[in-house]
């Protein structure tokens, strides 16, 4: 498979811990901001969405939070399970426009 | 399948030559897009579809890169005279654009190597 991420900052867990992965955005215009999971060689997988009159947004197991005075954007991910082991790519837009990547984090968990 | 689909998964060639990349969004998905992932980068926009018609063209690097959606449905990439810098992976995406969700859903890509 592809080896991705080989200047991507990595962030190591133990399984069963919380893993907060973390995201500058650049464009204040952005109103819709995304996460996407992407394992070796396949394509990104939508993880979960945020519009810009929200501050925070939860699924399952997972949470987004949006803080538009400083453009960060974060995701949780509770009780992280080895299968949650990706590169994890935050993305802006305008919505119904193109994505704009960020630059990946790698999230290894240990078991 | 449910899923965005592309064809080949894998493309090898020789520089200067012709390559076709296929993509099948998912059934009734209107919007249509289309990435560059390099290595240990996040992917890069090239163009997006609404219909047949290329809405945003902002993103091919140079004339070299086309894209065609005929029929509102299936989309071809194509490069000539293909480069060594070409190689990546090419993502596609689609979308609904129904209202309150434009979630772009990406297909596994195709892997170009330019030899």
């Known amino acids: 498979g592809e080896s991705v991420g080989l200047h991507l900052p990595t962030l190591s867990v133990q399984e069963g811990d919380n893993s907060i992965i973390n995201c500058a955005y650049s464009?204040?215009?952005?109103?819709?901001f995304i996460w996407y999971k992407q394992e070796s060689g396949k394509g990104p997988q939508f993880i979960i969405d945020i519009r810009s009159n929200m501050d925070k947004r939860q699924g399952q197991r997972v949470t987004v939070l949006l803080n538009k005075t400083v453009k960060h954007l974060s995701l949780q991910i509770a009780a992280t399970q080895p299968g949650d082991s990706a590169v994890y790519f935050c993305?802006?837009?305008?919505?119904?426009?193109?994505?704009?990547f960020g630059a990946g984090t790698i999230l290894r968990v240990k078991s | 399948g449910a899923g965005v689909s592309q064809t080949p998964s894998n493309k090898v060639t020789e520089k200067g030559k012709y390559v076709e990349l296929r993509c099948d969004p998912i059934?009734?998905?209107?919007?249509l897009y289309w990435y560059r992932q390099s290595l240990g980068q996040g992917p890069e926009f090239l163009i997006y579809?609404?219909?047949?018609?290329?809405?945003?063209d902002s993103g091919l690097p140079n004339d070299r890169f086309f894209a065609v959606r005929p029929e509102g449905s299936v989309s071809t990439l194509k490069i000539q005279r293909t480069e060594r810098g070409d190689s990546a992976v090419y993502l596609c995406?689609?979308?609904?654009?129904?209202?309150?969700?434009?979630?772009?859903?990406f297909g596994p890509g195709t892997r170009l190597t330019v030899l």
């Open positions: 993305a802006e837009a305008k919505y119904g426009n193109k994505l704009v």
């Open positions: 059934s009734g998905h209107t919007a």
């Open positions: 995406a689609s979308s609904s654009r129904t209202a309150g969700t434009d979630t772009q859903y």
């Open positions: 579809f609404q219909g047949t018609g290329a809405a945003d």
């Open positions: 464009n204040s215009a952005s109103d819709y």
